[in-house]
Every structure is written in C-alpha cells, then in structure tokens.
C-alpha cells in the first residue's frame, strides 16, 4: 500500500484538538499545558486515541462546541487553591488594598501572575505562586499571613480575627 494512502486513524481527533485550542483562544503554551495535565503529553500527535479523548472531553468542558462561544460561558476555578485565593481577593478587598472584588478582576490578576488564559487551567503548583502573591499583599496591608505552629481551623481562625481587628482599626481610623 502507498504511503500516501495510509492515514492515521487519530488525524482527525489530532485536528479538533488543534481546532478545539483555537476557539477556545487557547496559546500554544496553555493548549500544550493543558494537553501535558489531561493527557500526559504535551503534544498531540504523541497521543494515543484515548489520551486525545480525554483532551477533547476537557474542551467540552470548558464550553468548546456548545451553542454559544466558549468565551461566554467561562467557569469560575473550582480547585482547592481557588477558593482560598478567591478568599483572600475578597479579603483584600475588604481591606481596601483591591479596588474591584469580583471574579473577573480575581481572573484578570492570576492570568497577569501565573501566565495562563484561564485560572481554572493552573496546575495546582502554579496556582500555590498566586496563594503567594495574595499573601504578599496581605503582608504589606499590615494583615499578618504568619501562622506558626497553627494548624487547620485555628489557623483560618486566626487569620480571620486579625483580618476583622484590621478592618475594625481602619473603619475606627476613618470614623475618628
């Protein structure tokens, strides 16, 4: 049989992913992120059949190939490290060090600090360097991020006492 004639079975899977990454707006660097954390590989044409399913079932996920543009239909990060970063955003807002608290300006910060298109995306390593940030910024509002020898809930206990005893001074600041 002519070489010409013999066609990977996987070419067209390897082109939706190719098609899929586009119309979500994904760079090549978020596209091959995203492949290495779904699929094991950063490149498509190194996957097996079931390893580029699986890089097309995350598209879907994200809204690829539904009836509206995938861009509308953005799902708030729903790991662990995001719902302490979007704690700590609201907290700093609170604090007055963010002006806008919402989950579009939360987006816009870690897209600017991780380097990724979507938040959801990060790897929970990277997303850990945005918990960083936040906590730097916290520090330098005069919120204290030190819980040594503090563990679980008395830690987040603490940390939401010294944010409400810095709120408190500063409304009793500007009041006075």
Do not use: C
């Not at 729903?78 to 579009?104: C, F, N």
């Not at 945005?130 to 910024?137: D, F, G, P, R, S």
């Not at 204290?144 to 001074?169: H, T, Y």
Request: aromatic residues 4%.
């Amino acid at each position: 049989m002519p070489a010409a004639s013999r066609r990977d079975p996987r070419a067209p899977m390897i082109a939706k992913v190719h098609m899929g990454a586009k119309a979500l707006g994904l760079d090549d660097d978020t596209r091959r992120a995203l492949m290495v954390r779904v699929g094991g590989k950063s490149s498509a044409a190194e996957m097996t059949t079931a390893e580029l399913g699986k890089v097309l079932d995350e598209y879907r996920r994200q809204g690829w190939g539904a009836s509206k543009p995938a861009r509308l239909k953005k799902k708030a990060a729903d790991h662990p490290v995001a719902g302490k970063a979007r704690a700590m955003w609201i907290s700093l807002h609170q604090l007055g060090v963010v002006r806008d608290p919402s989950e579009t300006a939360l987006e816009a910060f870690a897209r600017r600090q991780l380097q990724v298109e979507v938040f959801q995306w990060a790897d929970q390593g990277l997303a850990y360097k945005l918990i960083e940030a936040l906590k730097a910024m916290a520090e330098r509002a005069g919120w204290s991020q030190d819980v040594a020898g503090l563990k679980g809930r008395a830690a987040v206990g603490e940390l939401k006492r010294r944010l409400a005893v810095l709120i408190a001074l500063r409304e009793g600041e500007a009041i006075g």
